[in-house]
């Protein structure tokens, strides 16, 4: 019999992270495991992108889109911590 393969642990979470597959900051590995985040010490479950070194968060405005269709995103400041669920 052979050992099962051991739970792949979570890459460390990079400055700045994006939900968006056709951002440059998008990746996908790190994804495969639940991610969260704080803003000011509220968990917050609508950010589309982060960076944690200049302390800002990315959100849809409501349900206002672009011409594109996609959510028109206002940026929040704070102190920003990402971590794995």
Known sequence: ?????????????????????????????????GVGIRLNGKERFDVEEY????G?????????LDRKGRPLLITLKGKVEAFYR
């Open 56 to 64: 800002w968060i990315k959100v849809p405005a409501g349900k206002t």
């Open 1 to 33: 019999m052979s050992d099962p393969a051991p739970p792949s642990s979570p890459p460390a979470l990079p400055d700045r992270l994006s939900v968006d597959p056709r951002s440059p900051h998008h990746l996908a590995a790190v994804f495969e495991h």
């Open 51 to 54: 960076c944690l070194s200049e």
